[in-house]
């Protein structure tokens, strides 16, 4: 089992949404975030005092699949929140030793 | 005494119902401007002026601003001590309205104006020790500089200077004040290198138009009479806050590259804080000339705390002191008898030459002067008794939970509370 974590542009939330249930993915967590990698963050003005905020706001996508299905997971997410502009995000993965169900005590892959 | 007159005092009985109406104006164009953790303790600041001043005022502030004067027109005698002797017109006025209603139109300045200090020390100052200052003040600061310009036996108004709605009293009064406050009060730990950007805008402009609103009440009614004079200082007060809202933005568009909400609302500000002195001696085109130079002279002001290092935290120096400076000395070249008769020395415009505009500098000085060692003192004093700042550990906590035990905002996050008592 693999959690995939993904970090997108909080306005391409809705797209990878779908393009998970497309590919039959049936639950994930999302959070809204901050951090930056390339893209730096923006300036504010208050009272002609700049100031530099370098935190800009993403969101995170998690989702738990079977191995099998990592893969193909990843590759809908990154098409998803491809926009080509600089700050899209980055997908990963890594490997989940163990899932419980907690109302059936199911354990791994029955309980994705 | 005339009689009284009931539209002049339906006029002023409605503007002290306005002007009241600032300081809940302020405390929200204030709360807006601080971290999300002092909102309240802003908030509180300013409502516990409304109700700290308005005892000291009545057993004695009013006295000593109104009263006959004791001696050189620098203070007021003891006659009205408690409200007594409401039935006695104010000395040196002739008014159509009652004289408790003039009292109590005046103590809604006192109010105002003790309230507009605190932008000066916001997020570190305690509580008990902020309402003992502020009673103090109300009354060994406020009330006698209120004599000097206010009363006509006042040594200001003996010497020319003019102030028609609290250029001297109110807002270089309050903006000395602030300089003095922050000084003995300190920086807020991590100023300036940290940012401390205005948590929430809205309230903040909100505040700027119910300020707007209780100006007219302000001005206008510092006519003491519903006339022409009240429409000019009414008409002269809006445009000046026109001019500064303009003035401000198309300041900032051309130094930052941007015109934004804050610099709309602190314009308009300044304006108003500008044509305080002024509304009623002033033609409308003069008003809004005005209104620009202190939108444009506040937005450069503002600056200077950083160069000097002093933790103005709201800029009460850089919009009310300046602003109100501004306002004073444009009377030295605009000032006319075509407007109000009480101008006795045209401004240099109309051909009147320096003379108003010396005596309306010399007054600048007296009233700083005064005003910053006066208040310097207070605060050293209460400092000295009850330390005015609060500890680290609460300034870094938020003075919301430290002092008052509340939160501004709760949105419901996960916070596990519990009901103990």
């Known amino acids: 089992m693999r959690l995939v974590t993904a970090i997108i542009k909080p306005f391409k939330l809705d797209d990878v949404k779908a393009a998970l249930e497309a590919v039959g993915v049936q639950g994930m967590t999302v959070s809204e975030v901050q951090g930056f990698g390339r893209q730096r963050g923006h300036t504010e003005v208050y009272r002609g005092a700049e100031y530099t905020v370098d935190f800009v706001p993403k969101i995170r996508v998690e989702v738990l699949v079977d191995e099998a299905d990592a893969a193909g997971v990843v590759d809908a997410i990154v098409s998803a929140a ?10 990963w993965t ?14 791994g892959p029955d309980a994705l | 005494m005339p009689a009284i007159d009931s539209g002049d005092t339906g006029w002023v009985l409605v503007c002290t119902a306005l002007v009241l109406l600032m300081t809940p104006g302020l405390a929200f164009f204030y709360a807006g401007m601080v971290r999300a953790k002092s909102v309240l303790s802003m908030l509180m600041q300013n409502y516990v002026c409304i109700a700290v001043v308005s005892v000291v ?7 000593i601003a109104f009263g006959s004067d004791v001696g050189g027109g620098l203070l007021g005698g003891f006659r009205f001590t408690g409200m007594a002797h409401m039935a006695e017109p104010v000395p040196g006025y002739e008014l159509s309205i009652p004289p408790l209603l003039f009292a109590f139109f005046q103590l809604m300045f006192a109010i105002l104006t003790t309230a507009l200090i605190s932008g000066a020390m916001a997020d570190r100052v305690r509580f008990g020790a902020f309402v003992v200052f502020a009673g ?6 406020y009330a006698p500089l209120a004599h000097w310009a206010f009363s006509p036996s006042g ?5 020319g200077m003019l102030d028609f709605a609290g250029g001297y009293v109110v807002e270089i009064n309050c903006g000395a004040a602030a300089l003095a406050v922050a000084i003995v009060v300190g920086r807020r730990h991590g100023w300036p290198r940290e940012a401390m950007p205005p948590h929430s805008l809205p309230l903040t402009l909100l505040g700027a138009g119910l300020l707007w609103f209780g100006w007219f009440g302000f001005n206008a009614g510092s006519a003491l009479k519903a006339d022409g004079l009240a429409v000019q200082a009414l008409v002269n007060t809006h445009m000046a806050g026109v001019g500064g809202l303009l003035a401000w933005i198309a300041t900032e568009r051309i130094r930052n590259g941007v015109a934004t909400t804050l610099g709309a609302a602190s314009g308009a500000v300044a304006g108003l804080v500008a044509i305080t002195p002024a509304c009623g001696y002033l033609d409308t085109l003069p008003a809004l000339l005005l209104g620009v130079l202190a939108g444009a002279g506040c937005v450069l002001a503002v600056q200077l705390k950083y160069r000097f290092g002093y933790d103005d935290s709201l800029d009460v120096v850089g919009v009310h002191y300046v602003g109100g400076v501004i306002g004073i000395l444009f ?4 000032a006319t008898s075509g407007v109000n008769p009480a101008v006795a020395h045209e401004g240099l415009v109309y051909g009147g030459g320096f003379g108003q505009l010396g005596r309306q500098a010399v007054g600048v000085v007296a009233a700083t002067a005064f005003s910053f060692l006066a208040t310097y003192l207070i605060a050293r004093a209460v400092n000295a008794v009850i330390p005015l700042r609060v500890s680290d550990e609460d300034e870094d906590t938020g003075l919301d939970q430290a002092l008052h035990s509340e939160s501004a905002y709760d949105f419901g996050s996960v916070r596990s509370m519990g009901r103990i008592g």
């Open chain 1, 82 to 91: 491809h926009s080509g502009a600089i700050g899209d995000g980055k997908v």
């Open chain 1, 94 to 107: 890594v490997l989940v030793d163990e899932v419980v169900r907690v109302r059936t005590g199911e354990r």
């Open chain 2, 57 to 63: 005022w009545v057993v004695l502030g009013y006295t």
């Open chain 2, 136 to 141: 103090l003040w109300s009354l060994l600061v």
């Open chain 2, 155 to 159: 040594w200001m108004v003996q010497s």
């Open chain 2, 331 to 334: 009377l030295g070249f605009f």
